[in-house]
């Protein structure tokens, strides 16, 4: 008995040694930005936090084209220690709204609709404007210069280039940040 104990004992030794010899690597994922010095934030107001949209598919603009219908939202520099810095950077053109989203499979120009229910409308997405100029501001990409005072841009929704539109539910979201010139 003394035997297949001992044999029992040195197997148990044999497998703790092989358990300890293997080694887990681990993954450190790094992310980061690189930057001017800067010596102030700005803080951004909206006016609105959440919008809601109606529109016939008949009369709806298609993706490229100016809106004649939308929501405006108003967005201005919102009260900080900075607010009065930030200001004179807009009033010098160093300011600027950029429109962050997840883009449309249209154009890429568009927020997309990423309601994915059987309830969702198809071939539609929602277009961010340049209220003044009625304008397509292209999501991911293109920027609005920031004035002092109160901004306005226009959301609105649009008929995707190469699909069919189909009625149901639309909702996006929009990310708005700012960028220094």
Not at 20 to 43: F, K, P, R, Y
């Amino acid at each position: 008995m003394l035997p297949m104990v001992l044999s029992a004992l040195s197997l148990l030794v044999i497998a703790q040694g092989n358990a300890q010899a293997e080694d887990v690597a681990a993954t450190l994922a790094i992310n980061g930005n690189v930057t001017q010095s800067m010596t102030q934030s700005c803080t951004m107001y909206l006016k609105n936090s959440a919008v809601g949209l109606l529109d016939d598919v008949a009369t709806m603009v298609n993706q490229g084209e100016n809106y004649k219908s939308g929501a405006s939202i108003d967005v201005s520099i919102g009260a900080s220690s900075n607010t009065e810095a930030c200001k004179k950077m807009a009033d010098e053109g160093k300011l600027a709204y950029k429109f962050m989203g997840i883009a449309d499979n249209a154009d890429g120009t568009v927020l997309a609709n990423t309601d994915t229910s059987a309830a969702a409308a198809k071939g539609i997405g929602v277009g961010v404007f340049d209220s003044a100029s009625k304008k397509l501001l292209k999501i991911n990409e293109d920027t609005m210069l920031t004035k002092s005072w109160v901004n306005t841009f226009t959301v609105a929704m649009v008929k995707l280039n190469g699909q069919t539109p189909s009625v149901g539910a639309v909702k996006s979201s929009l990310t708005i940040q700012f960028e220094r010139l």
